[in-house]
């Protein structure tokens, strides 16, 4: 069978189908590019400063996310898996007590639980959202349980409001792991500030990236803020004085001055991933794909910023090296659920435990979906993928 030609669509970019335009996953030096002037600027600043470690960029950054989110405060910290150790220590989590997750995430989800010597708690996922479901939260909660971390993963948020109130009934804490979704919203409200704590991440892939590693942690109590300031500083608000037992987790100068020079694109660079989203839907549509893909889900009640595109598919493996040898990269979040991971054997989970977690890493595969990606390369992406299931009909 041939390759369904597309339904022609309104679109800037009605490009030649019969052009390839291999593409990779994520282009940062196309990013770069456009604000190079600015962002060498900003690295010479504190380079004349030679201030590195808490100055004011640091500080300016944190008011400039806080007040994104909606948050009483924003507290720097050396990366997005710190800031989520730095949430739970801020509870003053510890070994004895339980901590619920998902367990279709990125492993410093619940490797910030292990971190503590809590025992993370796993609640499948939402097979739609691939977020956790929280129709099966309430049978997780016991009287050891101190906190919930649901992801926004791939940059929808999500269902908070189910999830709040059963915090709220059981007296739980509600930290919300944003690192993939800043900048998104549900139901209006900012991410990092429907919970107790919101934890993000600068790892350069983020729609917010830093130069390295570097995150954030939010809070919608003042005075928690500080005690997050503490703990990132080796528990020390004057030197050589130490009220608590802290470590070593601050944001530097140059990461902050770079984050301050991308949030001033952020809004402009996550419309553009939105409408790339919607070319790619209609794409998949265009082509008849329905059948053998499904786009990621986009619930009305959030604002997906897709830091993935993240569809699923059948016979993923063989279409993934069908697409790599034609030169398109894909990647693949997640391969293996946590509970099957070696490193949290202990828990004693098994397969089958989580099977929405497990089919998904089975069956999802993620399409680049950069902001400066075109049209035509899309084009070409989901005109691949039709040339390899319509030919096997």
């Not at 639980?113 to 016991?142: C, H, Q, S, Y």
């Not at 900048?183 to 790892?203: D, E, I, M, N, Q």
Request: include cysteine; glycine fraction near 6%.
């Amino acid at each position: 069978m041939g390759t369904p030609q597309p339904v022609v669509r309104d679109s800037k970019a009605q490009m030649s189908h019969a052009s390839s335009a291999p593409a990779p996953f994520l282009d940062l030096k196309a990013q770069y590019a456009s604000i190079r002037k600015e962002v060498l600027h900003a690295v010479e600043r504190v380079l004349e400063s030679q201030q590195f470690i808490l100055s004011k960029e640091v500080q300016l950054l944190e008011s400039e996310i806080a007040q994104m989110a909606g948050a009483a405060a924003a507290v720097g910290c050396a990366s997005g898996s710190d800031a989520l150790f730095l949430a739970l220590r801020a509870l003053d989590v510890e070994a004895g007590d339980e901590v619920i997750t998902t367990p279709f995430t990125f492993v410093a989800t619940a490797g910030a639980i292990a971190r503590t010597g809590a025992r993370p708690v796993f609640v499948d996922i939402d097979p739609e959202t691939f977020n956790l479901d929280p129709r099966l939260l309430g049978a997780a909660i016991t009287t050891k349980t101190r906190a919930i971390i649901p992801v926004h993963l791939f940059g929808l948020p999500a269902e908070m409001e189910p999830i709040l109130e059963i915090a709220r009934q059981h007296g739980i804490a509600l930290i919300e792991d944003a690192a993939q979704a800043i900048g998104a919203t549900y139901k209006g409200t900012p991410v990092g500030s429907l919970g107790l704590f919101g934890c993000f991440s600068f790892f350069p892939s983020k729609n917010l990236g830093c130069a390295g590693d570097g995150g954030m942690v939010t809070t919608t109590e003042e005075s928690l803020g500080d005690k997050l300031r503490l703990l990132r500083a080796h528990g020390s608000r004057e030197k050589y004085s130490y009220e608590i037992m802290g470590v070593n987790s601050r944001l530097d100068s140059l990461q902050a001055a770079i984050l301050r020079i991308k949030l001033s694109h952020l809004k402009e660079w996550e419309q553009q991933r939105i409408e790339n989203a919607d070319v790619y839907r209609g794409l998949i549509a265009d082509y008849r794909l329905e059948e053998f893909v499904t786009p990621p889900a986009a619930p009305k009640y959030s604002e997906h910023v897709y830091n993935q595109f993240v569809i699923r598919c059948s016979d993923r493996s063989k279409l993934r090296l069908f697409l790599r040898e034609r030169g398109f990269s894909t990647e693949i979040y997640y391969p293996s659920p946590l509970h099957l991971q070696p490193a949290f054997a202990y828990l004693k989970y098994s397969a089958g435990d989580f099977p929405a977690s497990e089919t998904a890493c089975r069956e999802v595969l993620a399409l680049p979906i950069y902001p400066e990606i075109t049209e035509e390369v899309q084009d070409s992406i989901i005109r691949t993928i039709s040339q390899f299931y319509h030919s096997q009909l």
